[in-house]
């Protein structure tokens, strides 16, 4: 932002109650003068302690934790703001540096109290395990944010009460295993970030992939799929993708699941040890017979514009990505994985404009190919592909059209 417009937004907000700010236009602990209140760490200790002292639960509207590490929030404190309507707990910046953990999390029972509650956020926040069911209850929430709780292990079942949800982020949820059946029931869902396909359990009770095509306001949609599973058994959920009509971005990532971990997590107060292996290299799994054919692999009019594949453990473009017409794609973003050829269909083109390809190691071909399969590129990026040859990118690895 620039500078004099970050000072004139500061100074309307400071005009009209919004936050306290000290004098660099940093928010400040002080929320006595509004109902919003900052969760800021002090050198003084955490301000989540003065809350009950300094701030009436019936006046406060929203909560914004801006670097407070430990949410020690008191539950019967915490359980009487009826009217929030926000409460972002977790981390806001895009860098996993700022920890953010709770000592207990039987406080979030409270919240079967906040029927006014639209948005909230425990991104990042640490030792919470599951989330209550009370959280059912929570009838106008819109906005669901639960990416990088890296010790969440399963969603409420009865999720799908929550009928005005229109975002929930699962991304990096990293001990979640499989979705909750009610997921199918989020009519007005438009975002899904990390919905998995895990391992078949007996009874099949949790929801498919398929199970999902009905969300008719469906817009963004984020797949994890677990390599531990059957090839075979992860392509037939994902040949389903041709019943969802109006989806306009994909991602899929491949990886290993952990059901539970082997052993807790040690986390120490302020200091959390961060959890790693989500991607583990690996081989692509020896070569299949073709499916069956099925109805669902014939093309479909669908106007998929962005399609991010990570991870993919397959040589080749998979057959069940070619029930898409891919003349709407624009964007194609490719990280990790076995492929060595990008031919697709009959035509062997793409249509995208915009490419990214980074740590593709096997994947072949000079600069005349490219070009030849991307007969419309504007912009490339590329980032240790060591088979790419003669391809004319800068020092940063990016090639742009002349205008």
Known sequence: MDPSIRYAVIKLAQRAGFFSFDSNGNPTEDFTCS??????????????????YRLE???????????????????????????????????????????????????????????????????GVSRITKLPASI?????????????????????????????????DMYECYLISHMPKGLALLSQLQVLKGFVIGKPRPGGNYCKLADLSGLENLRKLSIHVDINKKYDAAKRELISLAKFKKLRSLSISWSRLYDTPKKPLTIKRIATK???????????????????????????SVPLVKLNLHYFPGSKIPDWLMQWELNNLKNLYIRGG????????????????????????????DWRKLQELFP????????????????????????????
């Open 136 to 168: 059912c209850k929570l009838s106008n929430l819109r906005i669901l944010n639960l990416n990088g709780c890296v010790d969440l292990e399963q969603l409420p079942q009865g999720i799908g009460s929550l009928k005005n949800l229109t975002h929930l």
């Open 338 to 365: 076995s492929l060595s050829n990008l031919c697709h269909g009959k035509q062997d083109k793409w249509a995208v404009k915009m490419v990214r390809m980074k740590f593709l190691e096997k994947l072949q071909m």
């Open 35 to 52: 109902r919003r209140a900052c969760l800021v760490k002090t050198e003084e200790g955490s301000s989540v302690h003065e809350l009950p």
């Open 274 to 300: 961060k959890f790693t292996g989500r991607i583990k290299s690996t081989r692509p799994p020896p070569p299949q017979p073709p499916p069956p054919p099925s109805p669902l692999m014939d093309p479909v």
């Open 376 to 403: 419309g590129l504007t912009y490339l990026e590329i980032v240790k592909c060591p088979k790419l040859s003669f391809i004319p990118c800068d020092e940063n690895g990016v090639w742009k059209k002349a205008d």
């Open 57 to 123: 639960q019936e006046k406060v509207q929203s909560i914004i934790n801006v670097n407070e590490p430990n949410l020690d929030f008191r539950p019967e404190w915490f359980s009487k703001m009826k009217y929030v309507a926000v409460l972002q707990l977790g981390r806001w910046e895009s860098s996993a540096k700022h920890l953010i953990q709770v000592e207990d999390s039987e406080f979030l029972k409270g919240l079967k109290n906040m029927r006014q509650l639209r948005y909230l956020s425990l991104r």
